[in-house]
């Protein structure tokens, strides 16, 4: 099953100031360049199988999971449920560990 991309309004709306900015010669190509990197990061929601999966590869607790993603045993016990879904930097970082292994944010 394929899940949708998140499509953030406020990072589209971010990304056109700073193409204005750039345009107008108040931000160099370089940075500009490197905005567009971090506007193209794939993030896409994760369905609660996936998330436990991430989580067992790696060999974690859950109560060891939740902390290094900076949130609580309940949370992630409700991601894994499908109780709730992860979003923000929760899901960014559960997109960074399924793309480069839970040592990229170690």
Do not use: Y
């Not at 500009?32 to 369905?47: I, K, P, Q, S, Y």
């Not at 900076?70 to 949370?75: F, H, K, Q, Y």
Request: proline share 4%; aromatic share 2%; with cysteine.
């Amino acid at each position: 099953m394929t899940t949708p991309k998140r499509k953030s309004r406020i990072l589209g709306e971010m990304h056109q100031t700073a193409t204005g900015l750039h345009g107008a010669g108040l931000i160099s190509k370089r940075r500009m360049g490197e905005f567009d990197a971090l506007c193209r990061l794939d993030v896409h929601e994760m369905a609660p199988k996936k998330i436990k999966s991430l989580r067992e590869d790696s060999h974690l607790s859950q109560a060891v999971f939740a902390a290094v993603l900076n949130t609580s045993l309940s949370t992630v016990q409700k991601w894994e449920a499908g109780d709730k879904r992860p979003s923000g930097p929760s899901l960014k970082l559960l997109n960074l560990i399924e793309r480069k292994g839970l040592e990229a944010v170690l």
